[in-house]
């Protein structure tokens, strides 16, 4: 009903909805799969009426807009937030955040030290609120986003009617700085105040958010983690362990013991990833000027800890200085990932086997410590509102057909219903028709936007993702180079037989991370090449779309008839768009990693194309490249040698590329695995020739993919760690 009352009221102004659409910006709140799990994880609690709340940072300059200008990424700013219709400002809403100074210590009545923090400055957070409603119910949630900004709320009128105008709008602008900016790094760290400084923000507003509103119920202290839990993603927001100790016993005047039973049963930490280098520290000497009661609290939360271990495990000495969260280090660190653990009821991991890597390499000792039951696991999920009905409608609606109704929409495992019609032909028929037809629609954003014309009968090959050495898109790119030199080498005849290909491209490089920004300029190079090569026309096209992005990704998605999911064993924790190109009925080449392994378990080992070294041979081959003799593929010695000879265009830049893998130790195993990777693709040509097989392999993975939805995700949270059950509501009609 509402959206026809739109569109007739749209119509009557002289709109159409579509042109309305459009003008709607991607928030640029987040980096890559991280922030885009809270998304779906936000669609789901609403939809399933649990009443939960996210809280985040309000960034005036979010994630950067990508330009590729002669075959390089440029950033650009994204002024995102100049039109943001769905922000409601509540001035009413603020906290006074305190930074810098010094702790003074005093006793009180009971003889009682009580802890002072005193001076520094003061900066103000100041609500903005993004409802989120929930499908098919009234329920909705809220996404409550912190802005920064100077505790006067204006300039110094004094300094500048004096005529310093600069410092008088100095503070104000240095206030602001903190919501200014997001990091634009994807599974890195950098130690910089300035994120300190946001986390701190960030966690500190939302804590008083919290805490307040369980004041308002009057109830006792120790029933706060009955009334509240919060998950921490990743451990971003690890500080709110601190903070929440400081209130209860500084502000609040409970004893150390039951402020910090209340703490930790308030807190589960989700482990995002197991790359050393997004592992956050933080060092002493910043925690110390920033947050200088902060960094007694977390001595005293590692004394504590440390001196329960040693109780525990007298003998093992080793064992204290691997766990402590203090790293003894030059300077001092503090380990967010210890801090988080100690600090929380439960840890959990992304998807099995990242979970199990958690128990058995970086969180080891934690395990021995805690016993076994504290780690669990959630295999993430994606909600099928966006990344089935949204983004596919046509293929929502034929499964709508099958299916009886929109219910697969609120329990995906509805879809196992069309497995029925695999054999129907009007259905394959029609399934058929809309995947050409959403290749189609890409082929279009193709042509419009990266000026290359692509036969959208052609296979479909696609690489979205943020750009990182282990997701491996210098393989991807290799492997074209590969195929284009066998389709050179052959005769007009045989190349008549080949499957056309259009590998397509897309995702943000780090703007610091050069090795990243050389991947994203030799796929272009390659492309200029590869488009322009009259012996190959149709038979492979390169495309590298720019600013990719999740309205992008709708569109892209959709139209894949295969997707790379091919990070080095054990490195990508889940991924999350694996999930999304089977549910759109595409197949997946993998290795096997991440949520790979559990769609290949819930879909069938013949409806994927699996790849490469397992996670538990990675350490000795790394250790081999480093120890022994490092035999390069000789298929991938010829790859190198072309690009060497210029063929490509400039040979400067993309010589890390290669001696990455030649010359220093091939951290990410491409060499390893290039060879079962050609190999597989091969399989992939052969197979897509097969087209009634394949539909038929299509058919069957989207009927079984039941397991990925967000809802069944969010549901292990609400059970297995918050100790929740979703409110009864009535549901809406119609919907
Ligand atoms: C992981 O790299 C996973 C998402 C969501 C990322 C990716 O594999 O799907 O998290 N980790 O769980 C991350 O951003 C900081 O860590």
Redesign the pocket.
């Known amino acids: 009903m509402l959206i026809c009352n739109c569109l007739a009221g749209l119509a009557d102004l002289g709109f159409r909805i579509e042109d309305v659409i459009e003008q709607e910006h991607d928030a640029a709140l987040g980096n890559?799969?991280?922030g885009r799990?809270a998304a779906c994880f936000l669609d789901s609690l609403a939809s399933l009426n649990y009443p939960a709340w996210g809280y985040g940072l309000r960034y005036r300059y979010g994630i950067f807009k990508q330009e590729i200008i002669d075959g390089y990424q440029v950033e650009v700013p994204d002024y995102w937030l100049d039109f943001n219709p769905w922000e409601f400002p509540r001035h009413d809403v603020t906290v006074d955040i305190q930074f810098f100074g010094h702790v003074r210590k005093s006793t009180d009545e009971n003889g009682r030290t009580v802890a002072h923090w005193e001076g520094g400055e003061i900066v103000k957070a100041v609500a903005y609120d993004v409802p989120i409603p929930g499908y098919a119910t009234p329920s909705t949630n809220n996404l409550r986003l912190w802005s920064s900004t100077a505790a006067s709320g204006e300039f110094d009128f004094q300094k500048f009617n004096n005529g310093d105008y600069e410092s008088s709008v100095a503070d104000q602008q240095r206030a602001e700085t903190i919501s200014a900016v997001l990091y634009p790094n994807?599974?890195l760290e950098r130690g910089k105040e300035l994120r300190l400084k946001q986390q701190y923000f960030w966690v500190a507003a939302s804590l008083y958010d919290i805490v307040r509103r369980f004041k308002k119920s009057k109830r006792p202290w120790k029933e706060f983690p009955e009334q509240v839990a919060i998950q921490l993603n990743?451990t971003h927001p690890t500080l709110a362990v601190v903070e929440l100790q400081r209130i209860l016993l500084d502000l609040e005047g409970l004893e150390w013991d039951e402020a910090w039973n209340i703490v930790t049963n308030t807190f589960g930490y989700t482990n995002?990833?197991v790359l050393p280098e997004?592992l956050e520290k933080w060092s002493v000497p910043l925690i110390q000027h920033l947050l200088p009661r902060h960094l007694q609290i977390i001595y005293d939360i590692n004394l504590y800890f440390l001196q329960s271990v040693e109780r525990r495990f007298p003998e093992e000495r080793d064992l204290l200085g691997r766990v402590s969260i203090i790293e003894e280090s030059q300077p001092k660190m503090v380990r967010m990932a210890h801090l988080a653990i100690v600090g929380s009821h439960k840890v959990n991991g992304?998807a099995e086997l990242h979970s199990d890597l958690i128990k058995t390499t970086i969180f080891k000792d934690f395990v021995t410590i805690f016993g076994p039951d504290k780690f669990t696991n959630v295999t993430?999920g994606i909600t099928p509102r966006r990344w089935l009905h949204q983004a596919n409608p046509r293929l929502s609606e034929l499964i709508s057909s099958k299916t009886g109704g929109k219910d697969f929409l609120t329990d995906l495992n509805e879809l196992n219903k069309i497995e029925l019609y695999v054999k129907d032909k009007a259905f394959r028929k029609e399934w058929a028709d809309i995947k050409l037809a959403n290749k189609e629609r890409l082929a279009k954003h193709i042509k419009a936007s990266a000026g290359v014309t692509v036969d959208p009968t052609a296979l479909f090959d696609v690489q979205v993702k943020r750009i990182h050495e282990y997701k491996r898109q210098q393989l991807n790119i290799f492997g074209v180079i590969h195929r284009y030199l066998t389709l050179k080498a052959m005769s007009p005849e045989e190349r008549k037989k080949q499957q056309p290909r259009v590998s397509i491209f897309g995702g943000k490089a780090a703007p610091g991370y050069w090795m990243a920004k050389q991947i994203i300029h030799l796929i272009n190079s390659v492309g200029k090449v590869v488009n322009n090569d009259e012996d190959i026309g149709d038979l492979l096209k390169v495309v590298f779309l720019e600013d990719y992005n999740v309205s992008k990704a709708e569109i892209i998605i959709p139209a894949s008839d295969i997707s790379e999911h091919i990070s080095t064993a054990g490195t990508?924790?889940?991924?999350?768009s694996n999930m999304k190109f089977v549910l759109n009925g595409g197949l997946i080449i993998g290795t096997c990693d991440?949520a790979n392994i559990e769609i290949t378990r819930e879909i069938g080992e013949n409806n994927i194309f699996l790849f490469g070294n397992l996670a538990e041979d990675v350490e000795d081959l790394r250790h081999a490249h480093t120890y022994g003799t490092h035999e390069i593929d000789p298929d991938l010695n010829r790859v190198f040698q072309e690009i060497e000879k210029g063929t490509f265009g400039s040979t400067q830049d993309f010589a890390a590329l290669i001696s990455a893998v030649r010359d220093h130790g091939d951290y990410y195993l491409v060499s390893d695995d290039f060879h079962s990777y050609i190999e597989t693709q091969a399989l992939v040509d052969d197979a897509y020739r097969n087209q009634e097989e394949w539909i038929t392999k299509c058919i069957t993975s989207v009927a079984r993919m039941g397991f990925f939805s967000s809802d069944r995700c969010i549901n292990e949270y609400a059970e297995g760690i918050w100790n929740i059950e979703p409110l009864r509501v009535e549901k809406e009609e119609g919907a």
Request: hydrophobic fraction near 30%.
């Open positions: 890559g799969g991280l799990l994807d599974n990743d995002h990833t997004a992304v993430n990508e924790a889940s991924g999350t991440g």
